[in-house]
């Protein structure tokens, strides 16, 4: 079965607030990373965490490897904020990762 | 630094040709990731190398898929026989030791 449930799969946000994506993890993973698709498809990295939080902008992502989770908020946000976002966790014995399902973020004027 | 490059962007085959992807890590990278990408499954892990050596190929289709990394500075992923449903975007990425994945922009590939 899947490792990572993302949440929630869609979200559609005004411009100026926040929320939000979740990933829940069914292991003690090692670290968590956070990406962005750009309009391109590529990937983008936004955070890679081990533990605690980071913050970067309007962007900050906390990972508590104990309680199997990993958070992405997102404060004042922007269209140019709309995108996919994807949660990936590198787990405790390889260091492969696994993937959320994503979420479709769509800011709204 | 470019980045992780991929090559090609896209490639089109016809049902039971073999199809070689290609993927160039970031100077000074230790370990190179190979995932796929479909609408069904979303992204998943394939293969990994870490300083050439095969680590993990958990993730590959037992028949058909086969990867290798010759040399530190590329990786290719091959597929014989290509059916409809290795249609997929295949990424690579590449990190330092134990650290952040940095992905290459994929190659979308389309089996006719």
């Known amino acids: 079965g899947d490792q990572v449930e993302q949440s929630p799969s869609a979200l559609s946000l005004h411009e100026g607030t926040g929320s939000a994506l979740r990933c829940n993890f069914t292991?003690?993973?090692?670290?968590v990373q956070w990406f962005r698709k750009n309009s391109r498809g590529s990937l983008i990295n936004l955070f890679y965490l081990a533990s605690g939080t980071k913050e970067n902008g309007r962007l900050k992502s906390a990972f508590d490897s104990k309680e199997r989770y990993s958070t992405l908020h997102i404060r004042d946000a922007q269209l140019e904020d709309s995108g996919t976002y994807f949660c990936?966790?590198?787990?405790?014995?390889?260091?492969?990762?696994?993937f959320g399902k994503g979420t479709s973020l769509t800011v709204i004027p | 630094n470019a980045g992780v490059i991929q090559t090609p962007r896209h490639k089109v085959t016809g049902k039971g040709q073999e199809a070689t992807l290609w993927c160039e890590p970031i100077s000074g990278h230790s370990a190179v990731f190979w995932y796929r990408q479909t609408i069904v499954q979303g992204l998943e892990f394939l293969t990994y190398?870490?300083?050439?050596?095969?680590?993990?190929d958990s993730g590959m289709p037992k028949e058909r898929f086969s990867a290798q990394m010759p040399n530190q500075s590329h990786s290719t992923l091959k597929i014989q026989s290509t059916q409809p449903q290795d249609s997929a975007v295949y990424l690579c990425?590449?990190?330092?030791?134990?650290?952040?994945?940095?992905f290459g922009p994929g190659t979308r590939l389309t089996v006719l």
């Open positions: 190398f870490r300083n050439q050596a095969p680590i993990d």
């Open positions: 292991t003690t993973m090692r670290a």
């Open positions: 990425a590449s990190s330092y030791d134990r650290y952040e994945q940095y």
């Open positions: 990936a966790a590198e787990n405790t014995g390889y260091q492969n990762f696994y």
